[in-house]
């Protein structure tokens, strides 16, 4: 009985102090991507994060975002913030307002933007992974492929 009682006693403060524990929470911050290389072949690689259900939902929202920030932001340098990568679009609101409907398609899920970004050239172990109780963030590494990009706007009219 005095045996039973004591691994009880113990098993009771091992869930008192694990369950007093800090439990980590993420501010609900956005972070601005950031151009980390570029290449000859008109390829952008951006680092930035991805909001969703779960990860899958987190890295293609990730894409999302790196197309979106390359047609209508500037995206900066690490090293050096004065530097900038141009926009594709130069007035970010009206370039998406006056095409709304087709950018909406372009970005649906699993839409038409797949084919200009690739997740596979980041190297291993790079994405970082936080779960909170209603999203998880993967900050993670996309290539984006400007020149095609620009030139099937072009193709569809968008771009002149």
Known sequence: ???????????????????????????????????????????YTLRLEGRGRNAADAYEEAGKQAVYAVLFTDVSWPDSPNKRIDPVFYMKQRGYEVNKAYFD?????????????????????????????????????????????????VEDGILK
Do not use: W
């Not at 933007?113 to 109780?133: A, F, H, Q, V």
């Open 105 to 153: 398609a372009f970005f649906q899920k699993n839409g038409e933007y797949t084919k200009y970004i690739s997740m596979k050239e980041k190297r291993i172990l790079t994405s970082i992974y936080t779960r909170t109780n209603s999203q998880v963030v993967c900050r993670t590494t996309v290539c984006v492929f400007v020149s095609q990009l620009r030139q099937h706007l």
């Open 1 to 43: 009985m005095n045996k039973l009682f004591c691994q009880l006693s113990v098993l009771l403060m091992v869930v008192f102090f694990s369950s007093c524990s800090t439990h980590k929470t993420i501010a609900y911050s956005k972070s601005e991507p950031v151009c980390i290389a570029s290449e000859l072949d008109g390829s």
